[in-house]
């Protein structure tokens, strides 16, 4: 975790400083708002900015997002007063931290925004079995692709094997492919001069050059464009890469991982991945079991989000009651880890005493949580009858029209979930992503997450 302070908050700052440091966290500071932006762009890198509430802090968010860098603000500040810190938070900032600091809100807070802390919890042998081979190639310099599916834990995996490392003191960087557009992606890895293009105000510093000397985490590598894909493969190579609009290589010592929930030999047959890239990726490959197949995992996960939430909101101790813990193993969990830490968040909500039953294992919207496969639940029934009915006569109806009525009925069968949507189409979450948007934009209804158009009666 890397705290980057900005401004001068008196007495408080080598209090504050402290109790970061005490907490883990790598702690730098600079005076003004542009000293941070600079010190940013120069690749020094930061996972949280503590700002004093008197600085313009939207001028600082503005000012990073021009240079396309996103790092959560927290204000603080001494004596702030309640309008200060309110316009603080409208102006982008996460948090506000009154000074002098409480240490537990400032790890609070810190444990909110890092996630690089998560531990690995496994008892089932299919994931010891994972956690064994990671913890033998650690070491190396090794290039390790991390599949999986949604959910399972593929960037904690990434992060154990970095603080396994001999680069364990050293920055972790991560870069999901995925998130970033395509004309953004390259400066964001490869950094660019000043001048290279439109907005390129001053030498930028990219993600390659940020995790000099660390670990890169290339998360989703699959959504990554085939001209860029190239790029990766030389900059693998001969570990040094080229800033956009650079006029000489820049040498970069660093240890490449990436992930992925596709198929990436899929991926090459289909022309969509480059197979030279994916043997310099692929030295170890670490597959990371879906939850129902570690079925040992689903009570150890779950008792260990269970105390963490009840911790984080204050409302003591809580235990599954056995026929909780039954129906949690018997479920299929399409959602893997993510899905079963949110179900215990609410959970820890919902409980009425100290033993949390089935029926505080809901859905989001409170709606019963089936504790079998979530095909009895009714969205999921309502997806299933979807698909077998006949389909409508395509004559009369363009490519386009055709093409629109295909990704939408597949997204009503997958319930609004992208991911497993593009796995279905054949076709990348970005590509997948920009159609959705143009529908929406052309007033087409668009299922969101969960959801499918037409709610099942």
Same mark, same amino acid.
């Given at each position: ?27 730098? +500071? ?7 932006? #600079? ?13 004093? !509430? ?91 692709? /991390? ?28 870069? %999901? ?24 105000? @001053? ?48 040498? !970069?010592?660093? =240890? ?5 929930? =596709?198929?990436?030999?899929? #991926? ?16 170890? %490959?670490?597959? !990371? ?17 269970? @105390? ?27 959602? %893997? ?42 969205? !999921? ?31 009503? +069968? ?39 158009? /037409?709610?099942?009666?």
């Amino acid at each position: 975790m890397r705290v980057l302070i900005v401004g001068s908050l008196g007495g408080q700052l080598s209090t504050a400083t402290k109790i970061a440091m005490d907490r883990g966290a790598k702690v730098a +500071h600079v005076d003004t708002v542009s000293q941070a932006t #600079a010190y940013l762009r120069a690749g020094k890198g930061a996972d949280l900015l503590m700002v004093d !509430v008197d600085l313009d802090i939207q001028s600082l968010i503005r000012a990073n997002e021009a240079e396309r860098i996103t790092v959560p603000v927290v204000a603080c500040g001494v004596n702030a007063s309640p309008q200060n810190a309110a316009f603080a938070i409208r102006s982008g900032a996460k948090e506000f931290i009154p000074l002098p600091p409480d240490a537990e809100l400032i790890a609070a807070v810190l444990a909110a925004v890092a996630e690089d802390n998560r531990p690995i919890i496994a008892r089932d042998p299919a994931m010891l079995q994972v956690i064994e081979l990671a913890e033998r190639i650690a070491p190396s310099d090794a290039s390790v692709l /991390i599949t999986g599916e949604s959910g399972v834990g593929k960037e904690v995996m990434a992060r154990y094997v970095h603080m396994k490392s001999k680069r364990a003191n050293q920055p972790f960087v991560s870069v %999901n492919c995925a998130a970033i557009p395509e004309n953004l992606l390259e400066s964001e890895l490869f950094g660019h001069e000043k001048g290279a293009f439109t907005g390129a105000i @001053a030498r930028r510093v990219g993600k390659f050059e940020e995790a000099d000397g660390g670990t890169l985490l290339l998360d989703e590598i699959s959504e990554m464009d085939a001209r860029l894909q190239a790029k990766l493969l030389r900059a693998l190579q001969e570990r040094e890469i080229d800033r956009v609009g650079g006029t000489k290589p820049v040498k !970069v010592n660093i =240890r490449v991982l990436a992930t992925s929930n =596709r198929d990436l030999a899929q #991926a090459v047959k289909d022309g969509s991945f480059r197979e030279d890239l994916l043997f310099r990726l692929n030295v170890v %490959n670490l597959a !990371v079991p879906p939850l129902r197949n570690r079925p040992s995992d689903a009570i150890a996960l779950a008792d260990h989000f269970i @105390a963490k939430y009840a911790d984080a909101n204050g409302v003591g101790h809580k235990t599954l009651s056995e026929d909780a813990k039954a129906m949690i193993t018997a479920r299929d969990w399409p959602g %893997n880890v993510r899905e079963l830490e949110n179900a215990m968040h609410r959970a820890v909500l919902l409980a009425g005493g100290e033993v949390i039953t089935p029926e505080a294992i809901r859905m989001p919207d409170g709606s019963a949580f089936s504790g079998m496969s979530t095909k009895t639940h009714p969205l !999921v029934q309502h997806a299933a009858q979807a698909a077998h009915l006949p389909q409508a006569a395509r004559v009369g109806m363009t490519v386009a029209e055709v093409e629109q009525n295909l990704i939408l009925d597949t997204l009503d +069968h997958c319930l609004g979930n992208r991911t497993h949507a593009a796995n279905i189409l054949g076709i990348s979450i970005r590509t997948l992503r920009n159609k959705l948007k143009q529908y929406s934009d052309e007033g087409v209804s668009v299922p969101g997450p969960g959801e499918t158009r /037409i709610s099942p009666a």
